[in-house]
């Protein structure tokens, strides 16, 4: 998912949208052998008042948003990438949706909705100009822009660390390589992991960073075990670090353009993807 930020950069990405990307994944994901999937394509199976009542009791015993997501998408993912989903086992499903790129994820969830209450989304804006409000301003989830990933931009990246991290035996962390985050880092935002911005961190980096990268007194390149280096990384680091991982990660960018009714000018408005709205007649 990316930052509310159009800057165009074409070594990690190519723009287009929700419209014409259709039902394909925006990232390519990584097989169960670790080679790219070429396969983009999902559907979804239909969402009847069965699927209804079940989602309902998902809903009521989800532990938190990225577990409700999940256990829709195995509810309802039909095809996926060249194969039948429901063939798999739950435990399989689950595994699969987790280890997923998070932007993958989130895309299918947007499509989803858009395949079951259409394209407008509707909701009240305030203006961030005038503080005037803007009600049932309706967006067109076509045009939502979406960063895609093809087989010629990078997924792995090396961040230099501003500072390197000395190690309690002597050797030095000077870079960590990492890669597009994966869907657990949801699973693992439980309400009070939410609401501690240091703690989320922590997860994304635990599910972006594959490797840190260190020396010891006679040159050898050495691995370092990430949870203990994500403990002593230092701020520069870690804000530099998580603006790149975000960057990376691309996909759906979460906002929406419009223009005030009131005194012309254009806002973004981060989009609400709770389940409560998104799927709710509210939005309609």
Not at 121 to 133: E, I, Q, R, S
Not at 203 to 231: C, M, Q, T, W
Not at 265 to 272: A, I, P, T, V
């Amino acid at each position: 998912m990316t930052e509310e930020n159009t800057t165009e950069n074409p070594t990690l990405y190519r723009t287009t949208t929700l419209d014409e990307l259709g039902a394909n994944l925006p990232i390519l994901r990584n097989g169960r052998d670790g080679q790219p999937v070429q396969d983009r394509s999902f559907s979804f199976l239909d969402w009847d008042m069965e699927v209804e009542e079940k989602i309902s009791k998902i809903q009521s015993n989800a532990k938190n948003v990225g577990s409700l997501v999940s256990q829709m998408m195995c509810l309802l993912l039909d095809r996926f990438c060249g194969e039948n989903f429901q063939d798999l086992s739950k435990e399989e499903q689950i595994l699969t949706i987790n280890q997923l790129e998070f932007t993958n994820v989130m895309y299918m969830y947007i499509f989803l909705r858009t395949e079951e209450l259409g394209y407008d989304l509707k909701m009240d804006v305030t203006c961030p100009h005038c503080k005037k409000l803007n009600k049932g301003f309706v967006a067109d989830l076509r045009t939502l822009e979406i960063h895609a990933k093809d087989p010629e931009h990078q997924r792995n990246h090396v961040y230099e660390l501003m500072k390197p991290i000395l190690m309690d035996n002597g050797d030095v962390v000077s870079s960590v390589t990492y890669d597009i985050s994966k869907w657990d880092t949801m699973e693992r935002a439980t309400p009070d992991v939410a609401e501690n911005a240091g703690k989320m961190k922590q997860i994304l980096f635990r599910s972006s960073i594959l490797s840190a990268h260190a020396e010891d007194d006679s040159g050898k390149e050495k691995n370092y075990p990430i949870d203990l280096v994500i403990k002593k990384m230092k701020k520069i680091d870690i804000e530099k670090i998580s603006s790149a991982i975000t960057q990376n990660n691309a996909g759906p960018l979460m906002a929406m353009k419009g223009e005030c009714i009131h005194c012309k000018s254009e806002w973004f408005r981060l989009l609400d993807w709770s389940y409560n709205f998104f799927f709710d007649s509210s939005s309609l």
